[in-house]
């Protein structure tokens, strides 16, 4: 009977307790991602995330599936950590873009570009490294045929994560809209006029549901979704 009660008592504290402490570990991750992108672009100057092939190669499931032709490379749509697609939780907008891929908007995952720099699972297709710099001189910027090279300083210099990037608290992957770094995908004639998007990455957070547009200026997470804004558009 004093077990029973002292059950009573102590469930709820610990509920909290753990409901805090995920919370508190998907911030720091949050957090970690963010600082990850922003040293990677600082780095190799790319601006964007790039992968080889036709701009439908699906390279979030492995990469078996070799790229029918490796030139021209194409700007990557999202950047997706380990773990499963939460649910989309909207009737509207675009939160869907989040559960991508689909096709012509190529996926890619975080570990690919700032921890092994395999993008798209290919080692051949790697950003620009010191080692590259010092055999292939300022020429060689990316591993895609035809990459300019444009200042001898740019390199990829990771892993920009420590570690593997898993699953959020609750299981699902965290997610990072990346197009919108580009410009040309973030302005309203694609004209590279300038941009109209926030980048940020995002977790669906407790209740598995994704509440955030993916494509907004001047976000602020819906219902209990956690992001963490890496650009602002237009402010």
């Not at 957090?31 to 922003?38: C, D, M, Q, S």
């Not at 020429?139 to 035809?146: K, S």
């Not at 892993?159 to 990346?178: C, E, F, H, L, M």
Request: glycine share 12%; proline share 7%; with cysteine.
């Amino acid at each position: 009977m004093v077990l029973s009660v002292l059950s009573l008592i102590l469930l709820p504290g610990i509920g909290s307790y753990l409901r805090d402490a995920r919370l508190a570990r998907a911030r720091a991750d949050l957090v970690a991602i963010h600082e990850g992108v922003l040293r990677f672009l600082e780095d190799t100057g790319e601006g964007v995330f790039r992968c080889i092939g036709n701009s439908n190669r699906d390279t979030s499931d492995g990469g078996t599936d070799d790229p029918s032709d490796p030139d021209p490379f194409f700007t990557l749509d999202m950047l997706i950590s380990d773990g499963d697609t939460p649910d989309d939780g909207r009737d509207d907008g675009d939160a869907w873009r989040w559960r991508e891929p689909w096709s012509g908007h190529p996926v890619d995952t975080l570990a690919n570009h700032l921890v092994k720099n395999t993008p798209g699972y290919d080692a051949s297709a790697r950003y620009r490294t010191p080692d590259d710099i010092e055999a292939y001189g300022s020429e060689r910027q990316v591993a895609f045929p035809g990459g300019a090279g444009f200042g001898a300083r740019f390199a990829w210099r990771g892993p920009y994560v420590s570690g593997r990037i898993g699953a959020d608290p609750w299981g699902n992957r965290y997610a990072v809209n990346v197009v919108y770094l580009d410009p040309g995908a973030d302005s309203a004639t694609l004209d590279y006029a300038g941009y109209e998007f926030d980048v940020f990455v995002l977790s669906a957070g407790p209740d598995e549901e994704i509440d955030t547009p993916f494509s907004i200026d001047g976000v602020m997470p819906g219902d209990d979704d956690l992001i963490r804004v890496i650009s602002g558009g237009s402010r």
